[in-house]
């Protein structure tokens, strides 16, 4: 089974601008997970999506969204970039059952100039 | 504030030692304690999981010790490898799937 892939790996933005971020599941994986990932704030929930519905949101700013489609791939999008914005995203498919594995992928580098 | 507390940051164990992991909640409502390695370059992939109900849970070279009085959980990693250098982190969360992720420990195990 491919594992859960992730694109762009590598993003240069400037502030002001907006990004998307894509994620496609584990086949047969019905939940996407998003974690932003800094040195100085470690790892963070962002939000998750199940059957194409938010179940679950992070304390982040409304400026970080994300939707999920049909196929279960799932998007995020952050608006209005600013510096504190770089960081690693990454996202993680699972079952849907909460508490089953997560699994991630290797995540995408948003540097923010 | 940090939901779940980590420690040590950094740890340097000889090839054969054992690796101690430390962490701590304060949320009793927590039901699922998982940990993490994660590569460079590559996203966290779980090593291990145990729920508050069993104090002990052993996968081969890598045991979760857990404490529920004490709000307080380790990763025992026994015979350590240069394989296993890694960061590790561990995680807490209840009835739902967003974690709550320690700061990580970065392990260098010397050969």
């Known amino acids: 089974k491919a594992g859960v892939t992730q694109t762009p790996r590598y993003l240069i933005k400037t502030r002001g601008q907006q990004v998307t971020l894509s994620c496609s599941p584990i086949?047969?994986?019905?939940?996407v997970s998003w974690y932003q990932q800094t040195p100085g704030q470690g790892l963070q929930f962002l939000f998750e999506y199940f059957s194409e519905t938010q179940r679950n949101k992070g304390n982040f700013p409304g400026r970080f969204s994300g939707r999920q489609f049909s196929n279960s791939r799932s998007e995020m999008n952050v608006s209005t970039l600013e510096l504190g914005d770089s960081a690693l995203y990454l996202c993680?498919?699972?079952?849907?059952?909460?508490?089953?594995?997560?699994?991630f992928g290797p995540g995408t580098r948003l540097l923010v100039l | 504030q940090q939901q779940v507390k980590q420690s040590p940051q950094s740890l340097i164990v000889q090839k054969g030692g054992i690796s101690i992991i430390n962490c701590a909640y304060e949320n009793t409502a927590f039901d699922y304690f998982p940990w993490y390695q994660q590569f460079p370059g590559k996203g966290p992939a779980l090593l291990i999981a145990i729920r508050p109900d069993v104090s002990e849970k052993k996968e081969g070279r890598f045991t979760i010790s857990f404490n529920k009085s004490a709000k307080q959980f380790s990763l025992h990693i026994m015979d350590s490898q240069p394989g296993d250098s890694a960061t590790y982190f561990c995680a807490a969360t209840w009835g739902a799937n967003n974690l709550f992720f320690g700061t990580g420990t970065r392990l260098t195990v010397i050969p």
């Open positions: 086949s047969g994986h019905r939940s």
């Open positions: 993680a498919s699972s079952t849907g059952t909460v508490q089953e594995t997560q699994y």
